[in-house]
């Protein structure tokens, strides 16, 4: 694939200055001006050749520009704030049409009208490639990936015609969190359920200094390949439970997050989880490797196929279990 020259444009603080894009707090806008920052973003996509690329949140098109650049034919956007529109539309023109732009907020945004089905039942023997990237604020980044990662796991949406990498960012905390490796003290739920369905790289850190306004931490630009297989084959939402307790005391023994799957008059149900998993009762969550946490969700499950109703119970109440979709604060997943 040829990298495709664009006409001159204005730059993109002269787009911000001509539509008078000032950045709404409200939305968390910081925008990268820098276009050989956003061209490493997108290099850091990999090849995007062959590719449907969907980028959500370009804002004023720093990144757009960058995905234009590198040639691609099929470019879909979704936006939120509609004072975009004109800029966007503007870049669609000066690539020969090959955007299609939506005005929505991807949290809400539902997949299949992103890639509708009648325009891709050709799709289903010969599945497309497609690659999400996006620069979007923390407090929709985090919970559009666990939202993604349940849609890979379970194959629905834009996942059910096959692969589909995402190269997002995140608070570099965050991104550290989702590579962390075993042992690492970093290892926490959200790098176990990355990892089990995706391979992950933490792929640059960009300083907050380059965004305009510039937020107060750092950004890590994370890319996410899924794997062929999963390698837990259960339901994500049962992975989910079991990981989030077994994280529940991150800093503790393995065992007492496990406890808390079950009501506390029913210790022997978590003594008998750790045997026949072949898990240490005192090994830290952060010394767990995924083999172990896949024993430990396959004994779960075992468990409460015979113990029915214990698999809608939930540690002392709904409001303990953490709902990390809803979790403010990206840190505390
Ligand atoms: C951090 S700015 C980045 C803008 C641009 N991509 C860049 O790198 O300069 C985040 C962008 O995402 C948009 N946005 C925020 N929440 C959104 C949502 N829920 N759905 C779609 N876009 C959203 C904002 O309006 C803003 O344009």
Redesign the pocket.
């Known amino acids: 694939m040829s990298a495709q020259r664009l006409p001159p444009l204005p730059t993109i603080k002269e787009i911000i200055r001509l539509y008078k894009l000032r950045a709404r707090k409200q939305?968390?806008?910081?925008?990268?001006l820098d276009l050989n920052l956003?061209r490493k973003i997108v290099r850091a996509a990999g090849s995007l050749e062959g590719h449907h690329v969907c980028e959500?949140?370009?804002?004023?098109g720093?990144?757009t520009r960058a995905i234009l650049e590198s040639g691609i034919a099929d470019l879909r956007v979704?936006?939120?704030?509609v004072r975009?529109m004109p800029g966007l539309q503007l870049l669609n023109d000066v690539s020969g049409g090959k955007m299609r732009i939506f005005n929505g907020?991807?949290?809400r945004f539902n997949m299949d009208d992103l890639f509708p089905t009648e325009a891709t039942q050709a799709w289903d023997d010969s599945p497309p490639k497609i690659h999400i990237i996006g620069?979007?604020?923390f407090n929709?980044s985090t919970p559009l990936i666990i939202n993604w990662l349940e849609a890979m796991s379970e194959r629905t949406s834009a996942w059910k015609y096959g692969r589909v990498k995402l190269t997002l960012t995140f608070q570099k905390e965050v991104a550290e969190r989702m590579v962390a490796p075993i042992l690492n003290r970093q290892r926490c739920r959200l790098s176990v359920m990355c990892q089990y369905l995706c391979y992950v790289q933490h792929k640059f850190t960009i300083p907050g200094t380059s965004f305009v306004p510039p937020p107060d931490v750092d950004v890590g630009i994370v890319k996410f390949v899924p794997l062929k297989q999963p390698k837990i084959a259960l339901p994500f939402r049962l992975v989910e439970k079991v990981v989030r307790h077994v994280f529940h005391f991150r800093q503790k023994m393995c065992k007492r997050g496990i406890a808390t799957l079950f009501p506390p008059d029913q210790p022997a149900l978590t003594r008998e989880m750790l045997s026949t998993a072949d898990v240490s009762p005192d090994t830290r969550p952060f010394m767990l490797d995924i083999a172990e946490i896949d024993r430990l969700c396959h004994v779960y499950k075992d468990i409460c196929d015979r113990h029915p109703g214990l698999i809608d119970y939930n540690y002392r109440s709904a409001e303990n279990a953490l709902d990390w979709r809803r979790a403010k604060l990206p840190l505390n997943i």
């Open positions: 939305l968390s806008q910081n925008f990268l956003t959500v949140g370009p804002g004023p720093g990144i979704i936006e939120k704030d975009f907020d991807i949290l620069n979007l604020p929709v």
